[in-house]
């Protein structure tokens, strides 16, 4: 049975960081790209960033690049996701994701993914 597993989140004030990590077991076959999604209160559920798995590649929202960086740790099977410079508006419920397609073929925003965590939480406020 796959399963992802999302921990990290948290109450971090603006100008703080955070870092979610995505704890992945179950895989009969090896996924080819791992994402994170957040969504906000009232909103849409938005692409954070996607990783694929053959090269490291990594793509971001436009709203998180520079301040986001997704990475992994292959000793611990883990995706983590490093949030620097956290804003009010970055406050959503944030999940881990994983597909079987690379992130290049997937729809606009990483949309197609094949597996979803539970998410974490992640409030960002003074």
């Known amino acids: 049975q796959v399963q992802l597993v999302e921990s990290g989140g948290g109450l971090v004030q603006p100008g703080g960081s955070l870092r979610l990590s995505c704890a992945a077991s179950?895989?009969?076959?090896?996924?080819?790209?791992i994402g994170w999604f957040r969504q906000a209160p009232g909103k849409e559920r938005e692409g954070v960033s996607c990783?694929?798995?053959?090269?490291?590649?990594?793509s971001y929202a436009d709203s998180v690049k520079g301040r986001f960086t997704i990475s992994r740790d292959n000793a611990k099977n883990t995706v983590n996701l490093q949030m620097n410079s956290l804003k009010p508006e970055d406050t959503a419920v944030y999940y881990c994701?994983?597909?079987?397609?690379?992130?290049?073929?997937?729809?606009?925003?990483?949309?197609?993914?094949?597996?979803w965590g539970k998410g974490t939480l992640v409030t960002v406020s003074s």
């Open positions: 179950g895989f009969t076959l090896d996924y080819n790209a």
């Open positions: 994701a994983a597909a079987l397609s690379y992130c290049s073929a997937l729809g606009g925003g990483y949309a197609g993914m094949d597996y």
């Open positions: 990783m694929d798995s053959n090269d490291g590649s990594t």
